[in-house]
């Protein structure tokens, strides 16, 4: 009980992540793929994929596919582009967020 009384305390007193999108090196890339199959012999696997295109941009893909042992068959790709939210050579007064505009920004 005690264990799990200190857990929760730390769990309190965590802050949050600060990360934002990781970009890319221009001409660098990044591939994870995962492979499951369990009893039953049910498949599936995934691939993850991303291309620094330009030092601001990242293209990138991320495939699923799915075999069950009653021969259904299932798969999904999403594609995606990523780009940092401000100029990083700027220097600005605040963390900008989705959705958040700098401050002093007005309309």
């Known amino acids: 009980m005690p264990v799990l009384v200190l857990v929760l305390i730390f769990l309190c007193l965590s802050g949050p992540a600060q990360a934002g999108a990781w970009m890319r090196e221009k001409g660098t890339s990044f591939v994870s793929s995962t492979f499951t199959l ?7 696997s995934g691939t993850y994929i991303e291309y620094g295109w330009h030092d601001d941009l990242t293209i990138g893909a991320d495939l699923s596919f799915a075999n ?4 259904l068959q299932s798969g999904a790709v999403t594609l995606f582009l990523r780009r940092p939210l401000s100029n990083q050579t700027r220097r600005t007064n605040g963390p900008m967020k ?5 401050p002093g920004f007005r309309i």
Do not use: E, R, V
């Not at 369990?38 to 599936?44: A, F, I, P």
């Not at 069950?68 to 021969?71: I, P, R, Y």
């Not at 989705?98 to 700098?102: E, L, N, R, T, W």
């Open 38 to 44: 369990n009893k039953l012999l049910d498949q599936s």
């Open 68 to 71: 069950s042992h009653l021969g």
């Open 98 to 102: 989705s959705g958040q505009a700098p």
